[in-house]
């Protein structure tokens, strides 16, 4: 999409002079801002009008006067600015376009001011720079995520996919990067994956988003839940997402507690333990969620997967044989026999565990099963495993001393 640039503002009005019009006429309580800002502005202390200008766009209430704020003063005082900070504010001020298609342009303008990251090669006629020091990088990496996602807002997915491959290489190549940067670029990946229904890379960068940011700070009460209600229907629908454990266990999820969604909660939770019979009894409120309802049979193969996992899992590790037969592992799956081994093959061929199927004999030995997030019941079934363990090698070992104690025996009485 071709955007034309906006033409500079007309206005002669000189920074000062438009920092003291705005003192004398906002409201009383922006009053003492502006004074900050005016101050700091004349006394050349760019690091507190830095700091000063962050607060005051993130201030409630102060939105009518960034657009301006930023074209008649910011925009003259930018090389004094950090680049990190100058691109947040930028973010802020982008919000307060009216139209996608302004702030994309907004961006872009600032973006194109930005000192490259990138090193420059040497040549015959002109000496070769290094890649700058931080946090021109981080700037530079947390503008494009700012455009890809105003480019997302208008549609244009293959230009956001552009910009956000071109964060995550610059980001890829950072030794230390800011946590709000890895958040700009893992919060519109999200919602770039989100916008084509891939659920798997969708789920990833949606938890490292969270992992990047203060949840109760910085997300407010029904963007948590909206984000743990995506969150759960993305896990449940990746093709390859069959580890809950880090979802059940993450904070977010408590937000779904007493709301609409809390079954989508419990529903998590049965799958994390297999369990079949509960993933029925909340099978009933598909009907609320179309897009679950419409991939029951994914969703039915899924949680029987699930019931196999902790089949093996939860096995006995008393020391006798831990074959599995088709006939048990179907009791668990609620599956006839005869689809009991296209159920372990499926699961072989995902990585879900390791082992062999003896068709014949209708038997399953499973030697590994994919690492996963447990919760308590699951550690405790762990525990008792252990236990288990530690008594058949305390068993095995009294064995052994007497038998070398009956050996011993033997050679001395001859």
């Not at 969270?210 to 629908?237: P, Y």
């Not at 799956?333 to 062999?356: C, D, F, Q, W, Y």
Request: glycine share 4%.
């Amino acid at each position: 999409m071709d955007i034309d640039v906006p033409a500079a503002s007309s206005s002669s009005t000189s920074p000062l002079t438009y920092l003291e019009q705005q003192e004398a006429s906002s409201p009383a309580e922006l009053k003492p801002w502006w004074t900050r800002i005016r101050t700091a502005y004349e006394r050349k202390l760019w690091h507190n009008l830095t700091v000063t200008l962050t607060e005051f766009v993130f201030l409630p209430g102060t939105g009518e006067y960034q657009i301006e704020l930023f074209e008649k003063f910011i925009s003259t005082v930018e090389d004094k600015i950090n680049a990190l900070k100058l691109v947040e504010i930028a973010r802020r001020v982008g919000r307060e376009y009216s139209e996608p298609e302004l702030t994309l342009q907004f961006l872009q303008s600032v973006h194109s001011r930005l000192t490259s990251p990138y090193a420059v090669p040497a040549t015959d006629d002109t000496p070769g720079t290094p890649v700058p020091d931080r946090p021109i990088p981080e700037a530079y990496a947390l503008s494009l995520s700012s455009i890809a996602y105003a480019q997302l807002l208008l549609g244009d997915l293959p230009a956001c996919k552009k910009s956000l491959d071109e964060c995550e290489s610059l980001l890829n190549e950072q030794d230390s990067v800011e946590p709000q940067v890895y958040a700009g670029y893992y919060g519109v990946a999200g919602d770039y994956f989100k916008v084509k229904a891939d659920y798997a890379p969708y789920y990833k960068n949606a938890l490292l988003y969270l992992a990047c940011v203060d949840v109760d700070k910085e997300l407010g009460d029904e963007d948590r839940k909206a984000r743990a209600h995506d969150l759960c229907i993305a896990a449940l629908l990746g093709e390859t997402i069959y580890n809950f454990g880090e979802l059940l266990q993450h904070p977010i999820l408590q937000t779904l507690s007493g709301t609409e969604y809390e079954w989508i909660k419990d529903l998590i939770s049965a799958f994390n333990s297999g369990e079949i019979g509960k993933f029925d009894s909340l099978a009933n409120n598909f009907s609320s969620e179309p897009i679950l309802e419409s991939s029951l049979p994914f969703l039915r193969q899924k949680i029987c997967l699930m019931a196999l996992i902790q089949t093996a899992f939860a096995r006995s590790r008393d020391g006798s044989s831990r074959l599995m037969s088709f006939q048990s592992i179907g009791e668990a799956t609620r599956l006839p026999v005869h689809e009991v081994e296209h159920l372990i093959m499926k699961a072989l061929s995902l990585s879900l565990i390791r082992g062999t199927l003896d068709q014949v004999s209708a038997t399953a030995d499973i030697t590994w099963i994919q690492p996963r997030v447990l919760e308590q019941s699951q550690l405790d079934t762990l525990a008792e495993q252990f236990n288990a363990w530690r008594h058949g090698v305390e068993s095995t070992e009294l064995k052994v001393e007497q038998q070398r104690e009956a050996a011993r025996a033997a050679v001395l009485a001859s």
